[in-house]
């Protein structure tokens, strides 16, 4: 079992910042990849961004590339999401999970997940 807790959301106004981290217990012998979701109300969960367990690798969803970096450090068990310039449309509950597997973008084959943390963007 793996458990993750998500922390950093918040309420930011357009054009700032917000960091998320995701911190790992558990099952963490192995580095999954590790990949941050987000479901605004009334809308399906979808994709913000995925990493390799080494880190290697990392994919972005299309709405956040060059606003979101994600990443990770290893040794601490720990992924983070680095958020700028904020708009309102990414106000969303934000999820992290991992996976246990070849790498992968998409929910249904991640394995475990955190609580979510909420982020809301003011215009």
């Known amino acids: 079992q793996v458990q993750l807790v998500e922390s950093g959301g918040g309420l930011v106004q357009a054009g700032g910042s917000l960091r998320l981290s995701c911190a790992a217990s558990?099952?963490?012998?192995?580095?999954?990849?590790m990949g941050w979701f987000r479901q605004a109300p009334g809308k399906e969960r979808e994709f913000v961004a995925a990493i390799s367990w080494s880190g290697g690798t990392t994919d972005y969803a299309d709405s956040v590339k060059g606003r979101f970096t994600i990443s990770r450090d290893n040794a601490k068990n720990t992924v983070y999401l680095q958020m700028n310039s904020l708009k309102p449309e990414d106000t969303a509950v934000y999820y992290c999970?991992?996976?246990?597997?070849?790498?992968?973008?998409?929910?249904?084959?991640?394995?475990?997940w955190g609580q979510g943390t909420q982020v809301t963007v003011s215009s």
């Open positions: 558990g099952r963490t012998y192995r580095s999954p990849t």
């Open positions: 999970a991992a996976r246990f597997g070849p790498y992968s973008t998409s929910d249904a084959h991640y394995d475990y």
